[in-house]
């Protein structure tokens, strides 16, 4: 089983900034695709961003050139740099993370407990 915690969320003006981060631990070999979700109140779960391990990226269109994520395969932990938020941004950040437990394993998926962004002045 994988643990996830994520960190830095909060309340941002328009146009700030904010970077969460998920780090992933617990039983592990290795880690394949890890991203970024959200889920506005009354919305679906929408995918904001993801990373391959080989380091290849794809965004929603709405958050592209405003959003980086990143990843360090050392730490087992996932980054979403936000800038130029807009209140639209709003929502629950969800990290997932497709992983194997051991050699040999299927893959497996987890999810983090979410963390609350706020855009609004």
């Known amino acids: 089983q994988v643990q996830l915690v994520e960190s830095g969320g909060g309340l941002v003006q328009p146009g700030g900034s904010l970077r969460l981060s998920c780090a992933a631990s617990?039983?592990?070999?290795?880690?394949?695709?890890m991203g970024w979700y959200r889920q506005a109140p009354g919305k679906e779960r929408e995918l904001v961003a993801r990373?391959?391990?080989?380091?290849?990226?794809n965004y929603v269109d709405s958050v592209m050139s405003r959003f980086t994520i990143s990843r360090d395969n050392a730490k087992n932990t996932v980054y979403l740099q936000m800038n130029s938020l807009k209140p639209e941004d709003t929502a629950v950040y969800y990290c997932?993370?497709?992983?194997?437990?051991?050699?040999?394993?299927?893959?497996?998926?987890?999810w983090g407990q979410g963390t609350q962004v706020t855009v609004s002045s």
């Open positions: 617990g039983r592990i070999f290795s880690i394949g695709a």
């Open positions: 997932n993370v497709d992983y194997y437990p051991y050699i040999g394993a299927s893959e497996s998926s987890g």
């Open positions: 990373i391959i391990s080989g380091g290849r990226t």
